[in-house]
């Protein structure tokens, strides 16, 4: 809070002040009072103004400059409520009142999204729970009667319904995941039978290199992170799939590459964020810019680290980095 | 005949689940009613069990952890439940695997026999005719020759073995193969049979091989 500041927002009442003062002057005037008792009045009373105004303002100061120093520091402003202490004034204690009213009704509205919210995961997630069910039906029927027909539009049936199922997860504030040594070798091999099929309808093949390795993560959100991977190679033509790990003594590296139409440069800083479909988007018609930007989330959620590299026409690889913590070793003991 | 005891309510999953496990050569066992399962659990005296989570009135995973007291019966835990915190408590109560649906037929099948075959306790020879079939050494003996089979062979081999006398289609094949981490294609696979027919003329056994046309093999 700066002085001049102060003394212009108090300009009115000075103006009243002098105006008293130069009232006070005639009437003293006007009762032939000695010159020297009107300028000791005087000076006692601008005197006493300037101390009366200046522990205003040092009173004042004192509180503001605080609270204007704590909302700099706060990373999260709305908890500033929280820092400050009820003042000794009047317009600072009816200031507190108010911004404790308002970040208790604020609090309230938050909790009452974040029930609402977590009605519609649980929903989500019990919605896909059921329609799991028929799905599964379906496909038994389809094997017991030998009709492969069908097998492969409830593959793309099963696929978006992971897709709903994982977004709603990698939105949520919980923690509904747990990380554990999970081998890369057994995940990428189970995804891999998953899309068998289609692998070898499209002549797609499968190369594995260094996959021995136990990673610190969960191995069903690994699962889809593969999946989306995957199914984004087969969608943009790719006639290889490469899928090699590297081991350091604090993280491992996953890149799975593949040969596919690649992405073009412009793009590339984009590929993770919502509904981004880029090029690849106008060009290949399945494209929903969703699978890369889940991947990217539970990866965040999950602590792992992801970037891709591609030289469009030649390849697209995507890199995941899992951490190693002191952790690994103890749950292997 | 192996009985398989199939704890699933719903009902269209639980048909067809006992059509395939018919279809395998396995004996299903329905549980169609929900109120004293624990005891269903106990009498049925299967070989293996199926066993959902979210069943009516009772929970799976607590039906296994008191049926675990027991008994030993290999248990599969099939379940729309796809959180890694599932799996690991299922598995802590003692399931033998977990699986989610919708599941592969195939696969399910192969995790089938691998638990059963666990449970069996089957020792590291086995014996197909005269021949010693030994998983570990990766190798065929017949009247003290020897041949070597690759892992592929070895997966091809096995697969047939534990479904001698029946239809093996390709596509069962190939699953098992990918499943053991073998991304092979067609031909490979096509190669790895012929040379696995090669191996068993090498010991005397040209026709144990046999093709069904658009059926699949037999290991007769």
Redesign the interface.
Known sequence: MKLTDYLKDRLTAYLIYGTSWVLVLIFMAAFRISFQAIIIVSLILLLAIIFAELWGYFRKKGYYDKLLHCLDELDKKYLLSEMTDNPDFLDGRILYEVMQETNKSMCEHIAEYRRENKEFREYIELW???I??????V???C??DNNAKYSEQ?KRI?DYIENV?YYARSGNAEK???I?PVSL?RT??DI???N?EEL?ER?I??Q?DN?DIDVMT????LGFILGQLMGNSMKYEASEISVTAEDFPDKTILHFRDNGCGIPESDLPYIFDKTFTGENGRTHKKSTGMGLHIVKKLCDKLGHGVAAKSIQGEYTEIIITFGKHDLHEVTKL | MKKIMIIEDETALRDELSVLLQNSGYEPIAVTDYDNVSEQMKAAEADLILLDINLPNVNGETLLQDFRKQSDTPVIMLTSRTTEIDEVLSMSYGADDYITKPYNPTILLLRISAVLKRSAKVGAVQKFHDVEVSTVKGSLTRNGSEQILTKNEMIIFQLLLDRQDEIVTRDELMTALWDNDEFVNDNALSVNISRLRGKLTELGLPEAIETRKKQGYVLK
């Open positions: 896909v729970h059921e799991k069910l028929p799905v599964a039906s496909q038994l029927m094997h017991n409830l099963d199922l509904d995941y747990i554990k070798k990428f091999a891999a039978v998953k068998r070898q002549n093949t499968l594995t996959l969960d191995g069903k959100w």
